[in-house]
């Protein structure tokens, strides 16, 4: 357990070493929108037995700063949270993963600095959108979000397996991180898919259905991609079936060098 400040927001994060003796690739997780650092769990013995796992919580959430200031929650801040985070820990090149907004992020991180990209790890998340009206459609939904959290506080939290409200302060930071962190302004990761070259796995939950066209979408656009569609699996495949998203994502990593 430990944290990282950057410009007076605190940042908690994990490291979970490697099992194994000797050199091993590390991966940096990132969780969806409302979770926390938790919610790998499930996954974190098997993937330790190869790698060094990173978890941590973004800000709004979980064990980081909750900032008042709506200016704190931008998705350029949280791609350069995580790069601080490889930066604290040492490492140039990861293994970059995530689920939901997770997943996104860890597409942002890659568009703005592909160098520090030793692959990617895409769960049950989405590209954005190339054309205002969906983009709109989406932030509507986002906005929606951040109104219920500030009507109803911790209450509002979604019945889903990878939230829990025991694990957050209060439902502000989640409030500012709708608002800001879960909108999205523009096309820049969507059109940034052509480029990724490294290793690529897409994964999605079977009955995750929302999230079908956009992995698909990735799929075909990301010449490297792997999809991997977890059966019996929801939204939260690493938590609905973590023994057949472990084995996934294990026969993934076997394959990246470096």
Do not use: C
């Amino acid at each position: 357990m430990a944290a990282i400040e950057r410009n007076g927001v605190s940042l908690y994060y994990e490291v979970h070493e490697p099992q194994a003796d000797g050199p091993a690739q590390t991966i940096l997780l990132t969780h969806g929108f409302s979770s926390t650092s938790h919610m790998w769990g499930p996954n974190l013995d098997a993937l330790t037995r190869t790698h060094r796992v990173v978890t941590w919580d973004l800000r709004g959430h979980g064990k980081s700063d909750y900032p008042s200031d709506p200016a704190q929650y931008q998705e350029a801040l949280a791609v350069e949270d995580m790069v601080a985070i490889l930066d604290s820990v040492g490492v140039r090149r990861a293994i970059v993963g995530g689920l939901s907004l997770g997943g996104y992020l860890s597409l942002a991180f890659h568009a703005s600095h592909p160098d520090r990209v030793l692959a990617l790890m895409l769960f049950d998340t989405g590209p954005g959108y190339r054309r205002d009206e969906g983009r709109e459609g989406w932030n509507r939904s986002a906005l929606a979000n951040a109104e219920a959290f500030e009507a109803r506080g911790l209450d509002a939290l979604a019945t889903r397996s990878e939230t829990r409200p025991d694990v957050h302060r209060d439902a502000a930071g989640l409030a500012l991180a709708a608002r800001g962190l879960l909108t999205q302004h523009d096309a820049r990761v969507i059109e940034s898919l052509g480029s990724i070259r490294v290793p690529t796995l897409v994964l999605v939950g079977e009955k995750d259905t929302p999230f079908f066209a956009a992995t698909d979408y990735m799929a075909k656009h990301i010449a490297t991609a792997t999809k991997v569609l977890i059966k019996d699996a929801g939204h939260a495949s690493n938590i609905d079936q973590p023994e057949a998203f472990n084995r996934s994502v294990l026969d993934f990593l076997a394959t990246i060098e470096g």
